[in-house]
Nanobody
Framework: VQLVESGGGLAQAGGSLRLSCTIT?????????VGWFRQTPGKAREGISC?????????YYADAVKGRFTISVDDTKDAVYLEMSRLKPEDTAVYFC???????????????????????WGQGTQVTVSS
């Protein structure tokens, strides 16, 4: 299983970026949840958004990105996207996509966005937002 992120780069505050994550080595039918995470130096990796197919495709967003970021998936291309708008300097981080084959139903947003639940990770893509 291989996940490859792309689309990171430099953006100005208030701008937009679109991250992509291509998934190879398994079928989307085997994926229960796909998520986006981010990490800055010295801080723990945090979950920012995911799609949970064991809950019928329910989408979760962290409070810090709700209303600004949108997660979507293209089944035909085995790709997941993160549309980021109204970017802020505090969005600067390395962004990762990850997947899990585990079923999680009714555990809530915080648990679903826990990085420890995900088994397969990409290498990350840097997003830098200037003020």
């Amino acid at each position: 299983v291989q996940l490859v992120e792309s689309g990171g780069g430099l953006a100005q505050a208030g701008g937009s970026l679109r991250l992509s994550c291509t998934i190879t080595g398994l079928s989307f039918d085997d994926v229960m949840t796909v998520g986006w995470f981010r990490q800055t130096p010295g801080k723990a990796r945090e979950g920012i958004s995911c799609i949970n197919w064991s809950e019928g495709g329910r989408r979760y967003y962290a409070d810090a990105v709700k209303g600004r970021f949108t997660i979507s998936v293209d089944d035909t291309k085995d790709a997941v996207y993160l549309e980021m708008s109204r970017l802020k300097p505090e969005d600067t981080a390395v962004y990762f996509c990850a997947i899990t084959n585990d079923v999680k139903i009714g555990v809530g947003r915080q648990a679903t966005l826990q990085p420890g639940w995900y088994q397969h990770w990409g290498q990350g893509t840097q997003v830098t937002v200037s003020s």
